[in-house]
Protein backbone atom coordinates (compact mmCIF):
# COMPACT_ATOMS: atom_id res chain seq x y z
CA UNK A 1 0.00 0.00 0.00
CA UNK A 2 2.28 2.61 0.88
CA UNK A 3 4.83 1.58 -1.81
CA UNK A 4 2.10 2.45 -4.14
CA UNK A 5 1.46 5.62 -2.83
CA UNK A 6 5.43 6.35 -3.48
CA UNK A 7 4.81 5.76 -6.67
CA UNK A 8 1.83 8.31 -7.21
CA UNK A 9 3.19 11.18 -5.28
CA UNK A 10 5.09 13.46 -7.72
CA UNK A 11 9.04 13.04 -7.44
CA UNK A 12 9.58 17.09 -7.30
CA UNK A 13 9.82 16.72 -3.25
CA UNK A 14 13.12 18.02 -2.17
CA UNK A 15 15.13 16.80 0.46
CA UNK A 16 16.12 19.19 3.21
CA UNK A 17 19.66 18.82 2.07
CA UNK A 18 18.95 19.74 -1.52
CA UNK A 19 16.90 22.38 -0.50
CA UNK A 20 19.41 24.13 1.98
CA UNK A 21 22.06 24.01 -0.66
CA UNK A 22 19.68 25.68 -3.21
CA UNK A 23 18.77 28.76 -0.63
CA UNK A 24 22.82 28.84 0.39
CA UNK A 25 23.48 29.01 -3.50
CA UNK A 26 20.45 31.19 -4.25
CA UNK A 27 23.02 34.52 -5.12
CA UNK A 28 26.10 35.14 -3.98
CA UNK A 29 25.56 38.02 -1.31
CA UNK A 30 23.74 34.85 0.86
CA UNK A 31 26.25 32.19 -0.17
CA UNK A 32 28.85 34.82 1.32
CA UNK A 33 26.37 35.29 4.56
CA UNK A 34 26.44 32.13 5.57
CA UNK A 35 29.41 31.28 5.02
CA UNK A 36 30.30 34.55 7.28
CA UNK A 37 27.81 32.87 9.62
CA UNK A 38 28.93 29.53 10.10
CA UNK A 39 32.91 31.32 11.19
CA UNK A 40 31.37 33.58 13.54
CA UNK A 41 28.93 30.10 15.18
CA UNK A 42 32.56 28.17 15.09
CA UNK A 43 34.47 30.80 16.35
CA UNK A 44 31.95 31.46 19.39
CA UNK A 45 31.51 28.12 20.01
CA UNK A 46 35.70 27.02 20.13
CA UNK A 47 36.56 30.86 21.55
CA UNK A 48 38.35 29.08 24.00
CA UNK A 49 41.02 27.04 21.68
CA UNK A 50 41.29 30.22 19.13
CA UNK A 51 41.61 33.52 20.86
CA UNK A 52 45.44 34.61 21.25
CA UNK A 53 44.79 36.47 24.96
CA UNK A 54 42.74 35.89 27.85
CA UNK A 55 39.74 38.16 27.00
CA UNK A 56 39.54 39.25 30.45
CA UNK A 57 43.23 39.89 31.69
CA UNK A 58 43.58 43.63 32.74
CA UNK A 59 47.26 44.25 31.37
CA UNK A 60 47.43 48.36 32.18
CA UNK A 61 50.78 48.89 30.33
CA UNK A 62 49.11 47.85 27.10
CA UNK A 63 46.45 49.86 27.60
CA UNK A 64 45.00 51.78 23.43
CA UNK A 65 47.41 50.26 21.81
CA UNK A 66 46.64 50.36 17.79
CA UNK A 67 46.66 46.93 16.25
CA UNK A 68 49.63 45.08 15.83
CA UNK A 69 51.27 41.56 15.54
CA UNK A 70 50.50 40.47 19.11
CA UNK A 71 47.07 42.52 19.62
CA UNK A 72 45.60 42.09 16.32
CA UNK A 73 42.69 44.39 16.19
CA UNK A 74 44.78 46.56 18.99
CA UNK A 75 43.51 46.74 22.82
CA UNK A 76 41.14 48.07 25.12
CA UNK A 77 41.36 50.98 27.71
CA UNK A 78 42.01 48.21 30.13
CA UNK A 79 44.90 46.42 28.05
CA UNK A 80 42.60 43.87 26.87
CA UNK A 81 42.86 42.36 23.59
CA UNK A 82 39.91 43.57 21.47
CA UNK A 83 40.10 40.84 19.24
CA UNK A 84 39.54 37.93 21.83
CA UNK A 85 36.95 39.62 23.24
CA UNK A 86 34.94 39.88 19.78
CA UNK A 87 35.60 36.78 19.28
CA UNK A 88 34.41 36.06 23.14
CA UNK A 89 30.80 38.79 22.67
CA UNK A 90 30.21 36.17 19.80
CA UNK A 91 28.91 33.68 22.42
CA UNK A 92 26.58 36.19 23.99
CA UNK A 93 24.88 37.58 20.73
CA UNK A 94 24.46 33.94 19.77
CA UNK A 95 22.57 32.51 22.82
CA UNK A 96 20.31 35.95 22.93
CA UNK A 97 19.35 35.65 18.99
CA UNK A 98 18.79 31.91 18.89
CA UNK A 99 17.20 31.55 22.26
CA UNK A 100 14.87 34.57 21.76
CA UNK A 101 14.03 33.31 17.86
CA UNK A 102 13.03 30.55 19.71
CA UNK A 103 11.17 31.31 22.69
CA UNK A 104 9.19 33.96 20.77
CA UNK A 105 8.04 31.73 17.75
CA UNK A 106 6.90 29.12 20.81
CA UNK A 107 5.09 31.32 22.25
CA UNK A 108 3.48 33.24 19.76
CA UNK A 109 2.63 30.17 17.87
CA UNK A 110 0.90 29.08 20.93
CA UNK A 111 -1.22 32.38 21.45
CA UNK A 112 -1.29 32.71 17.89
CA UNK A 113 -3.51 29.42 17.88
CA UNK A 114 -5.72 30.11 20.73
CA UNK A 115 -6.46 33.62 18.96
CA UNK A 116 -7.09 32.11 15.76
CA UNK A 117 -9.65 29.33 16.82
CA UNK A 118 -10.96 30.50 19.92
CA UNK A 119 -13.37 33.22 19.43
CA UNK A 120 -13.46 35.40 22.94
CA UNK A 121 -9.43 34.05 23.89
CA UNK A 122 -9.20 36.78 20.41
CA UNK A 123 -10.88 39.61 21.53
CA UNK A 124 -9.07 40.27 24.78
CA UNK A 125 -5.39 38.73 23.16
CA UNK A 126 -5.63 41.00 20.43
CA UNK A 127 -5.96 44.20 22.68
CA UNK A 128 -3.08 43.18 24.38
CA UNK A 129 -1.29 42.68 21.46
CA UNK A 130 -2.05 46.26 20.39
CA UNK A 131 -1.09 47.58 23.62
CA UNK A 132 2.45 45.80 24.12
CA UNK A 133 2.89 46.67 19.96
CA UNK A 134 2.50 50.70 20.60
CA UNK A 135 5.35 50.37 23.44
CA UNK A 136 8.34 51.11 21.38
CA UNK A 137 10.87 47.48 22.10
CA UNK A 138 13.75 48.95 23.18
CA UNK A 139 11.56 51.50 25.61
CA UNK A 140 10.08 48.42 26.80
CA UNK A 141 13.41 46.22 27.41
CA UNK A 142 14.96 49.44 29.15
CA UNK A 143 12.16 49.38 31.34
CA UNK A 144 12.57 45.72 32.24
CA UNK A 145 16.10 45.44 32.83
CA UNK A 146 15.87 48.85 34.83
CA UNK A 147 13.45 47.16 37.24
CA UNK A 148 15.07 43.46 36.82
CA UNK A 149 18.51 44.03 37.23
CA UNK A 150 21.22 43.15 34.50
CA UNK A 151 21.39 39.32 34.09
CA UNK A 152 21.77 37.61 30.60
CA UNK A 153 18.10 36.11 32.16
CA UNK A 154 16.45 39.84 32.04
CA UNK A 155 17.94 40.77 29.09
CA UNK A 156 16.65 37.35 26.91
CA UNK A 157 13.10 38.03 28.29
CA UNK A 158 13.31 42.48 27.89
CA UNK A 159 14.97 41.29 24.21
CA UNK A 160 12.19 38.37 23.56
CA UNK A 161 8.53 40.18 25.27
CA UNK A 162 8.28 42.51 22.53
CA UNK A 163 8.74 39.96 19.62
CA UNK A 164 6.04 37.83 20.73
CA UNK A 165 2.78 40.05 19.59
CA UNK A 166 4.02 39.86 15.93
CA UNK A 167 4.76 36.13 15.62
CA UNK A 168 0.73 36.01 17.83
CA UNK A 169 -0.48 38.16 14.63
CA UNK A 170 1.04 36.21 11.96
CA UNK A 171 -0.16 33.18 13.24
CA UNK A 172 -3.53 34.41 14.10
CA UNK A 173 -3.75 35.30 10.32
CA UNK A 174 -2.69 31.93 8.91
CA UNK A 175 -4.85 30.48 11.40
CA UNK A 176 -8.02 32.18 10.13
CA UNK A 177 -7.21 31.65 6.70
CA UNK A 178 -6.83 28.37 7.22
CA UNK A 179 -9.56 27.97 9.48
CA UNK A 180 -11.52 28.25 6.18
CA UNK A 181 -10.32 25.76 4.09
CA UNK A 182 -12.51 22.93 2.97
CA UNK A 183 -10.38 20.49 5.00
CA UNK A 184 -10.45 21.48 8.18
CA UNK A 185 -14.06 22.42 7.86
CA UNK A 186 -14.33 18.52 7.06
CA UNK A 187 -12.21 17.57 10.33
CA UNK A 188 -14.61 20.01 12.04
CA UNK A 189 -17.67 18.42 11.48
CA UNK A 190 -16.27 14.57 11.29
CA UNK A 191 -15.97 15.96 15.09
CA UNK A 192 -11.78 15.76 15.59
CA UNK A 193 -10.81 17.49 19.08
CA UNK A 194 -9.48 20.88 18.17
CA UNK A 195 -5.93 19.82 20.20
CA UNK A 196 -5.95 17.38 16.90
CA UNK A 197 -6.97 19.83 14.53
CA UNK A 198 -4.51 22.12 15.39
CA UNK A 199 -1.91 19.83 15.35
CA UNK A 200 -2.90 18.12 12.04
CA UNK A 201 -4.05 20.97 10.28
CA UNK A 202 -3.09 24.33 11.27
CA UNK A 203 0.13 24.28 12.49
CA UNK A 204 2.01 23.09 9.33
CA UNK A 205 0.34 25.77 7.52
CA UNK A 206 2.47 28.21 9.95
CA UNK A 207 5.95 26.12 9.38
CA UNK A 208 7.33 27.97 6.56
CA UNK A 209 6.05 31.69 8.00
CA UNK A 210 7.18 30.86 11.53
CA UNK A 211 10.68 29.64 9.65
CA UNK A 212 11.24 32.74 8.21
CA UNK A 213 10.15 35.10 10.88
CA UNK A 214 12.27 33.31 13.77
CA UNK A 215 15.33 34.39 11.36
CA UNK A 216 14.56 37.87 11.08
CA UNK A 217 13.41 38.02 15.07
CA UNK A 218 17.25 36.24 15.47
CA UNK A 219 18.94 39.26 13.48
CA UNK A 220 16.52 41.47 15.52
CA UNK A 221 17.44 40.24 19.25
CA UNK A 222 21.16 40.30 18.62
CA UNK A 223 20.82 44.08 17.10
CA UNK A 224 18.59 44.71 20.28
CA UNK A 225 21.15 42.94 22.64
CA UNK A 226 24.06 45.70 20.94
CA UNK A 227 21.77 48.47 21.85
CA UNK A 228 20.75 47.69 24.95
CA UNK A 229 24.02 47.16 26.41
CA UNK A 230 25.03 50.09 24.46
CA UNK A 231 23.03 52.09 26.60
CA UNK A 232 24.45 50.86 29.57
CA UNK A 233 20.95 48.42 30.21
CA UNK A 234 22.30 45.18 28.93
CA UNK A 235 24.45 42.35 30.43
CA UNK A 236 27.07 42.73 32.98
CA UNK A 237 29.47 44.89 31.36
CA UNK A 238 32.54 42.72 32.48
CA UNK A 239 30.86 39.70 30.46
CA UNK A 240 32.57 40.62 26.63
CA UNK A 241 29.26 41.25 24.33
CA UNK A 242 29.59 43.17 20.97
CA UNK A 243 27.48 46.00 22.58
CA UNK A 244 29.37 45.96 26.01
CA UNK A 245 32.72 46.50 24.05
CA UNK A 246 31.27 49.26 21.96
CA UNK A 247 29.76 50.71 24.95
CA UNK A 248 33.19 51.04 26.83
CA UNK A 249 34.94 52.25 23.95
CA UNK A 250 32.82 54.92 23.64
CA UNK A 251 34.58 57.43 25.62
CA UNK A 252 37.89 56.74 23.85
CA UNK A 253 36.45 56.65 20.22
CA UNK A 254 38.68 59.78 19.60
CA UNK A 255 41.71 58.05 20.92
CA UNK A 256 41.32 54.65 19.27
CA UNK A 257 38.09 54.41 17.37
CA UNK A 258 38.42 50.42 16.44
CA UNK A 259 37.20 49.96 19.75
CA UNK A 260 33.45 50.96 19.01
CA UNK A 261 34.17 50.25 14.82
CA UNK A 262 35.28 47.30 14.78
CA UNK A 263 32.57 45.19 17.31
CA UNK A 264 30.23 47.32 15.22
CA UNK A 265 31.61 45.73 12.09
CA UNK A 266 31.21 42.18 13.14
CA UNK A 267 27.70 42.82 14.81
CA UNK A 268 26.86 44.23 11.15
CA UNK A 269 27.97 41.92 9.11
CA UNK A 270 26.17 39.02 11.35
CA UNK A 271 22.60 40.58 11.49
CA UNK A 272 23.09 40.99 7.34
CA UNK A 273 23.90 37.89 6.71
CA UNK A 274 21.11 36.40 8.52
CA UNK A 275 18.66 38.55 6.98
CA UNK A 276 19.86 37.89 3.88
CA UNK A 277 19.39 34.05 4.77
CA UNK A 278 15.80 35.18 6.23
CA UNK A 279 14.86 36.83 2.42
CA UNK A 280 16.67 33.74 0.80
CA UNK A 281 14.61 31.51 2.91
CA UNK A 282 11.37 33.44 2.60
CA UNK A 283 12.19 33.33 -1.65
CA UNK A 284 12.31 29.87 -1.50
CA UNK A 285 9.65 28.66 1.05
CA UNK A 286 7.32 31.21 0.07
CA UNK A 287 7.53 32.61 -3.29
CA UNK A 288 3.84 34.35 -2.75
CA UNK A 289 5.40 36.05 0.01
CA UNK A 290 8.39 37.11 -1.91
CA UNK A 291 5.91 38.44 -4.44
CA UNK A 292 4.88 41.20 -2.07
CA UNK A 293 8.24 41.47 -0.21
CA UNK A 294 5.09 42.58 2.89
CA UNK A 295 6.26 40.83 5.75
CA UNK A 296 8.63 43.15 8.32
CA UNK B 1 -17.11 61.17 8.90
CA UNK B 2 -17.50 62.37 12.48
CA UNK B 3 -19.24 58.98 13.60
CA UNK B 4 -16.03 57.18 11.89
CA UNK B 5 -13.62 59.84 13.79
CA UNK B 6 -15.67 59.03 16.90
CA UNK B 7 -15.38 55.37 16.22
CA UNK B 8 -11.76 55.05 15.67
CA UNK B 9 -10.64 57.27 18.97
CA UNK B 10 -12.57 54.74 21.31
CA UNK B 11 -11.10 51.92 19.75
CA UNK B 12 -7.84 53.96 20.68
CA UNK B 13 -9.09 53.93 24.56
CA UNK B 14 -8.50 49.83 25.29
CA UNK B 15 -5.14 49.81 23.69
CA UNK B 16 -3.64 53.04 25.83
CA UNK B 17 -5.65 51.39 28.78
CA UNK B 18 -3.77 47.50 27.95
CA UNK B 19 -0.71 50.19 27.82
CA UNK B 20 -1.02 51.54 31.18
CA UNK B 21 -1.97 48.25 32.68
CA UNK B 22 1.40 46.54 31.77
CA UNK B 23 3.56 49.50 32.92
CA UNK B 24 1.77 49.17 36.18
CA UNK B 25 1.82 45.29 36.61
CA UNK B 26 5.60 45.12 35.38
CA UNK B 27 6.55 47.52 38.43
CA UNK B 28 3.92 45.31 41.12
CA UNK B 29 5.51 42.19 39.65
CA UNK B 30 9.03 42.97 39.94
CA UNK B 31 10.04 40.77 42.87
CA UNK B 32 11.10 42.78 46.01
CA UNK B 33 9.27 46.27 47.36
CA UNK B 34 7.83 48.66 44.80
CA UNK B 35 7.98 51.60 47.18
CA UNK B 36 12.39 50.52 47.60
CA UNK B 37 12.56 50.48 44.03
CA UNK B 38 10.94 53.96 43.40
CA UNK B 39 12.74 55.48 46.31
CA UNK B 40 16.34 53.80 45.02
CA UNK B 41 18.78 52.53 47.23
CA UNK B 42 19.47 55.82 49.34
CA UNK B 43 16.22 56.09 50.55
CA UNK B 44 15.46 56.63 54.70
CA UNK B 45 12.50 54.04 56.15
CA UNK B 46 10.33 57.90 56.32
CA UNK B 47 11.05 58.15 52.85
CA UNK B 48 9.89 54.65 52.28
CA UNK B 49 6.70 55.24 53.83
CA UNK B 50 6.14 58.27 52.43
CA UNK B 51 6.04 56.70 48.94
CA UNK B 52 4.51 54.12 49.99
CA UNK B 53 1.55 56.09 51.37
CA UNK B 54 1.26 57.91 48.33
CA UNK B 55 0.75 54.40 46.80
CA UNK B 56 -1.63 53.05 48.73
CA UNK B 57 0.31 49.99 48.98
CA UNK B 58 -2.09 48.62 51.12
CA UNK B 59 -4.84 48.93 49.04
CA UNK B 60 -6.48 46.40 47.14
CA UNK B 61 -4.57 46.07 43.33
CA UNK B 62 -7.39 47.23 41.25
CA UNK B 63 -7.76 50.26 43.54
CA UNK B 64 -4.07 51.30 43.43
CA UNK B 65 -4.62 50.84 39.65
CA UNK B 66 -7.59 53.01 38.90
CA UNK B 67 -6.37 55.91 41.36
CA UNK B 68 -2.49 56.06 39.93
CA UNK B 69 -4.71 56.13 36.35
CA UNK B 70 -6.57 59.08 37.43
CA UNK B 71 -3.36 60.68 38.48
CA UNK B 72 -2.48 60.20 35.10
CA UNK B 73 -5.17 61.74 33.58
CA UNK B 74 -4.73 65.06 35.73
CA UNK B 75 -0.85 64.98 34.81
CA UNK B 76 0.61 63.76 38.06
CA UNK B 77 3.38 61.49 36.70
CA UNK B 78 4.73 60.99 39.97
CA UNK B 79 8.08 62.52 41.10
CA UNK B 80 11.73 61.64 39.52
CA UNK B 81 14.09 59.48 42.21
CA UNK B 82 17.49 61.44 41.04
CA UNK B 83 16.27 65.15 40.74
CA UNK B 84 13.39 64.92 43.20
CA UNK B 85 11.82 67.28 40.48
CA UNK B 86 7.75 66.20 38.65
CA UNK B 87 8.17 64.03 35.79
CA UNK B 88 6.51 66.12 33.39
CA UNK B 89 8.53 68.59 33.56
CA UNK B 90 11.56 67.34 32.84
CA UNK B 91 9.61 65.40 29.88
CA UNK B 92 8.67 69.15 28.92
CA UNK B 93 12.45 70.38 29.36
CA UNK B 94 13.74 67.61 27.05
CA UNK B 95 10.89 67.62 24.05
CA UNK B 96 12.83 69.82 21.66
CA UNK B 97 15.52 68.12 21.01
CA UNK B 98 13.53 65.17 19.97
CA UNK B 99 10.82 66.53 18.55
CA UNK B 100 13.49 68.34 16.44
CA UNK B 101 15.33 65.19 15.10
CA UNK B 102 12.02 63.71 14.81
CA UNK B 103 10.81 65.95 11.98
CA UNK B 104 13.91 66.51 10.31
CA UNK B 105 14.17 62.70 9.82
CA UNK B 106 10.75 62.43 8.66
CA UNK B 107 11.48 65.03 6.17
CA UNK B 108 14.66 64.23 5.20
CA UNK B 109 13.83 60.28 5.01
CA UNK B 110 10.16 60.65 2.94
CA UNK B 111 12.01 63.28 0.10
CA UNK B 112 14.79 60.69 -0.52
CA UNK B 113 13.42 57.02 0.29
CA UNK B 114 10.01 57.78 -1.90
CA UNK B 115 11.74 58.92 -4.85
CA UNK B 116 13.62 55.91 -4.64
CA UNK B 117 11.46 53.34 -3.81
CA UNK B 118 9.33 54.71 -6.87
CA UNK B 119 12.41 54.40 -9.14
CA UNK B 120 13.44 50.42 -8.04
CA UNK B 121 9.77 49.60 -8.66
CA UNK B 122 10.28 51.36 -12.16
CA UNK B 123 13.27 49.88 -12.77
CA UNK B 124 12.56 46.15 -11.27
CA UNK B 125 15.11 43.80 -10.96
CA UNK B 126 18.31 46.62 -12.83
CA UNK B 127 20.92 47.45 -10.42
CA UNK B 128 18.97 50.28 -9.65
CA UNK B 129 16.66 48.22 -7.78
CA UNK B 130 19.56 45.99 -6.28
CA UNK B 131 21.24 48.79 -4.51
CA UNK B 132 17.70 49.73 -3.29
CA UNK B 133 17.02 46.62 -2.13
CA UNK B 134 20.48 46.20 -0.36
CA UNK B 135 20.52 49.64 0.75
CA UNK B 136 17.24 48.46 2.66
CA UNK B 137 18.46 45.44 4.01
CA UNK B 138 21.41 47.29 5.20
CA UNK B 139 19.41 49.92 7.09
CA UNK B 140 17.94 46.79 8.93
CA UNK B 141 20.95 45.46 9.97
CA UNK B 142 23.51 48.22 11.26
CA UNK B 143 22.92 49.25 14.65
CA UNK B 144 22.05 52.91 14.57
CA UNK B 145 24.94 54.01 16.57
CA UNK B 146 27.71 51.79 14.47
CA UNK B 147 26.03 54.68 11.57
CA UNK B 148 26.86 57.30 14.42
CA UNK B 149 30.39 57.11 15.39
CA UNK B 150 31.12 56.15 11.50
CA UNK B 151 29.31 59.54 10.47
CA UNK B 152 31.56 61.25 13.44
CA UNK B 153 34.51 59.53 12.26
CA UNK B 154 34.41 60.15 8.72
CA UNK B 155 32.69 64.10 8.74
CA UNK B 156 33.31 65.36 11.98
CA UNK B 157 36.97 64.23 12.73
CA UNK B 158 38.40 63.53 9.49
CA UNK B 159 36.73 66.39 7.68
CA UNK B 160 35.72 68.73 10.32
CA UNK B 161 32.43 69.91 8.80
CA UNK B 162 30.00 69.40 11.43
CA UNK B 163 30.59 69.44 15.19
CA UNK B 164 30.99 66.34 17.38
CA UNK B 165 28.14 66.26 19.63
CA UNK B 166 25.76 69.31 21.19
CA UNK B 167 22.44 70.66 20.18
CA UNK B 168 21.27 74.60 19.77
CA UNK B 169 17.42 75.32 20.12
CA UNK B 170 16.57 76.78 16.81
CA UNK B 171 15.40 79.98 18.62
CA UNK B 172 19.08 80.57 18.55
CA UNK B 173 19.32 80.46 15.12
CA UNK B 174 18.35 78.30 12.09
CA UNK B 175 21.90 78.05 10.47
CA UNK B 176 23.47 76.80 14.15
CA UNK B 177 20.43 74.40 14.87
CA UNK B 178 20.98 72.87 11.06
CA UNK B 179 24.87 72.71 11.52
CA UNK B 180 24.35 70.68 14.88
CA UNK B 181 21.66 68.40 13.68
CA UNK B 182 22.73 67.36 10.74
CA UNK B 183 24.85 64.50 11.88
CA UNK B 184 22.03 62.93 14.29
CA UNK B 185 19.47 63.36 11.40
CA UNK B 186 21.92 61.70 8.50
CA UNK B 187 22.38 59.21 10.87
CA UNK B 188 18.54 58.05 11.74
CA UNK B 189 17.82 58.88 8.13
CA UNK B 190 19.70 56.32 6.67
CA UNK B 191 17.23 53.69 8.84
CA UNK B 192 13.95 54.87 8.03
CA UNK B 193 15.13 55.20 4.14
CA UNK B 194 15.47 51.29 4.71
CA UNK B 195 12.22 50.83 5.80
CA UNK B 196 10.30 53.46 3.38
CA UNK B 197 11.86 52.97 0.61
CA UNK B 198 11.34 49.22 0.84
CA UNK B 199 7.32 49.42 1.45
CA UNK B 200 7.11 52.11 -1.16
CA UNK B 201 8.81 49.77 -4.12
CA UNK B 202 6.32 46.78 -3.09
CA UNK B 203 3.30 48.96 -3.08
CA UNK B 204 4.52 50.57 -6.36
CA UNK B 205 5.46 46.91 -7.76
CA UNK B 206 1.71 46.30 -7.00
CA UNK B 207 -0.17 48.79 -8.67
CA UNK B 208 2.40 49.10 -12.02
CA UNK B 209 0.81 45.76 -12.67
CA UNK B 210 -2.82 47.19 -12.65
CA UNK B 211 -5.23 47.22 -15.63
CA UNK B 212 -5.17 51.07 -15.26
CA UNK B 213 -1.45 51.43 -15.66
CA UNK B 214 -1.52 49.54 -18.59
CA UNK B 215 -4.21 51.80 -19.83
CA UNK B 216 -2.28 54.85 -19.11
CA UNK B 217 0.35 53.44 -20.86
CA UNK B 218 -1.63 52.20 -23.64
CA UNK B 219 -2.84 55.27 -24.53
CA UNK B 220 0.45 57.05 -25.25
CA UNK B 221 0.68 59.20 -21.15
CA UNK B 222 4.54 60.09 -20.77
CA UNK B 223 5.88 57.57 -18.35
CA UNK B 224 6.67 60.42 -15.73
CA UNK B 225 2.82 61.14 -15.69
CA UNK B 226 1.42 57.60 -15.70
CA UNK B 227 3.95 57.14 -12.03
CA UNK B 228 3.02 60.55 -10.86
CA UNK B 229 -0.55 60.34 -11.61
CA UNK B 230 -1.47 56.85 -11.62
CA UNK B 231 0.76 54.97 -9.68
CA UNK B 232 2.49 56.89 -6.74
CA UNK B 233 -1.46 58.68 -5.98
CA UNK B 234 -1.91 55.11 -5.40
CA UNK B 235 0.66 54.13 -3.07
CA UNK B 236 0.05 57.19 -0.76
CA UNK B 237 -2.21 54.79 1.75
CA UNK B 238 0.30 52.20 2.29
CA UNK B 239 3.36 54.98 2.14
CA UNK B 240 1.49 56.75 5.32
CA UNK B 241 0.78 53.47 6.98
CA UNK B 242 4.54 53.02 6.72
CA UNK B 243 5.23 55.91 8.07
CA UNK B 244 3.28 55.56 11.12
CA UNK B 245 4.52 52.46 12.25
CA UNK B 246 8.06 53.79 11.62
CA UNK B 247 7.37 55.94 14.20
CA UNK B 248 8.26 53.09 16.50
CA UNK B 249 11.55 52.65 15.32
CA UNK B 250 11.91 56.48 15.23
CA UNK B 251 11.26 56.89 18.66
CA UNK B 252 13.76 53.61 19.51
CA UNK B 253 16.05 55.46 16.86
CA UNK B 254 15.94 58.67 19.12
CA UNK B 255 16.72 56.99 22.26
CA UNK B 256 20.32 55.77 20.67
CA UNK B 257 21.22 58.55 18.56
CA UNK B 258 20.63 61.08 21.32
CA UNK B 259 22.97 59.35 23.49
CA UNK B 260 25.65 59.15 20.08
CA UNK B 261 25.31 62.44 19.81
CA UNK B 262 24.79 63.79 23.58
CA UNK B 263 21.52 65.70 22.59
CA UNK B 264 19.56 66.64 25.99
CA UNK B 265 16.50 65.13 24.68
CA UNK B 266 13.46 62.26 25.73
CA UNK B 267 16.12 59.87 25.06
CA UNK B 268 18.93 60.86 26.87
CA UNK B 269 17.05 61.74 29.36
CA UNK B 270 15.81 58.15 29.35
CA UNK B 271 18.99 56.42 28.94
CA UNK B 272 20.17 58.59 32.06
CA UNK B 273 16.80 57.04 34.04
CA UNK B 274 18.01 53.66 32.85
CA UNK B 275 21.60 54.28 34.71
CA UNK B 276 20.52 55.72 38.14
CA UNK B 277 17.22 53.10 37.78
CA UNK B 278 15.07 56.12 37.96
CA UNK B 279 11.69 53.84 37.05
CA UNK B 280 8.91 56.91 37.44
CA UNK B 281 11.04 58.57 34.45
CA UNK B 282 10.77 55.24 32.20
CA UNK B 283 7.06 54.66 32.40
CA UNK B 284 6.05 58.30 31.72
CA UNK B 285 8.58 58.16 28.68
CA UNK B 286 7.13 54.70 27.57
CA UNK B 287 3.34 55.66 28.28
CA UNK B 288 4.30 59.40 25.93
CA UNK B 289 5.73 57.27 23.50
CA UNK B 290 2.63 54.69 23.46
CA UNK B 291 0.02 57.60 23.43
CA UNK B 292 2.15 59.53 20.70
CA UNK B 293 1.77 56.40 18.45
CA UNK B 294 -1.53 55.41 19.07
CA UNK B 295 -2.21 59.09 18.11
CA UNK B 296 -0.60 59.25 15.08
CA UNK B 297 -1.86 55.85 14.27
CA UNK B 298 -5.18 57.42 14.67
CA UNK B 299 -4.40 60.60 12.59
CA UNK B 300 -3.37 58.18 9.52
CA UNK B 301 -6.27 55.99 9.78
CA UNK B 302 -8.35 59.24 9.27
CA UNK B 303 -6.07 60.14 6.69
CA UNK B 304 -6.77 57.12 4.90
CA UNK B 305 -10.43 57.85 4.34
CA UNK B 306 -9.19 61.93 3.38
CA UNK B 307 -6.55 60.11 0.90
CA UNK B 308 -8.40 57.53 -0.83
CA UNK B 309 -11.87 57.90 -1.73
CA UNK B 310 -12.27 54.21 -2.16
CA UNK B 311 -12.42 52.93 1.42
CA UNK B 312 -15.42 54.21 3.55
CA UNK B 313 -15.37 54.88 6.49
CA UNK B 314 -17.29 51.65 8.08
Excluded at chain 1, 193 to 207: A, E, G, S
Excluded at chain 2, 164 to 172: A, E, K, T, W, Y
Aim: proline letters at 6%.
Amino acid sequence: MSDQTATIAPPARMSPLVRTREIVLSSPLVTVGTIILVLVVLSAIFAAWIVPHDPVRLTPSQRLKPPSETYWLGTDAFGRDLFSRIVYGGQISLVVGVAAAIVAVVAGLMLGLLAGYIRWIDAVLMRMVDGLMAIPSILLAIAIVSLWGASLWTVLVAITIPEVPRVVRLVRSLVLSAREEPYVEAAIAAGSPTFLIMRRHLVPNTVAPLIIQGTYICASAILTEAILSFLGAGINPETPSWGNIMAEGRIYFQINPGIVLWPGLVVSVVILSINLLGDAVRDALDPRMAKRGLER
Amino acid sequence: MVGYIVQRILAAIPVMGFVALFVFLLLRLTPGDPAAILAGDTATPEQLEAIRESLGLNDPIFTQFFRWVGQLLQGDFGTSILSGKPVIELIGDRMEPTISLALTTIILSVTIAVPLGVIAAWKQGTLIDRFVMLLSVLGFSVPVFVIGYLMISLFSMELKWFPVQGFRPIGDGVGDFLHRIALPTFTLTLLYIALIARITRTSMLEILGDDYVRTARAKGLPESRVLMRHALRNCSVPIITVIGIGFALIISGVVVTESVFNLPGLGRLTVDAVLSRDYPVIQAVILLASLIYVVINLLIDIAYVLLDPRIRYA
